[in-house]
C-alpha cells in the first residue's frame, strides 16, 4: 500500500506522470503508481544505506588519525551501544 501512495505521489505532482496516469485505466494504472513507488522507495533506502556507510568511514578514519571516533547519530545507536571486548 505503501508504494502506490508513494507512486500516486510522485504521478500526481509530476506533470506528464499525471498524464499518462490519466489516460491508464484498470491495472494498468495500478502497475504504473507501483512502479514509481517502487523506484521512489528503493532510492530512497540506497541513500539511507550510502549515508550510513559514510559515517561509518568517516568515524573509521578519524579513529586512525586521531584516536577518537567521531561520534554520529546513526553510528551511536546502532555501533557504539554493543561492547566489543
Not at 550510502?50 to 546513526?74: A, G, N, R, T, Y
Amino acid at each position: 500500500m505503501l508504494v502506490l501512495v508513494l507512486g500516486y505521489y510522485y504521478t500526481s505532482n509530476y506533470s506528464p506522470e499525471k498524464v499518462l496516469l490519466k489516460r491508464s485505466t484498470g491495472w494498468e494504472a495500478y502497475v504504473h503508481l507501483a512502479k514509481f513507488g517502487l523506484e521512489f522507495l528503493l532510492k530512497g533506502a540506497f541513500l539511507f544505506l550510502f549515508f550510513v556507510l559514510l559515517e561509518c568511514i568517516i568515524s573509521l578514519i578519524s579513529e586512525c588519525f586521531f584516536d577518537k571516533p567521531v561520534e554520529f547519530f546513526i553510528l551511536g545507536l546502532f555501533l557504539y551501544e554493543i561492547p566489543l571486548a
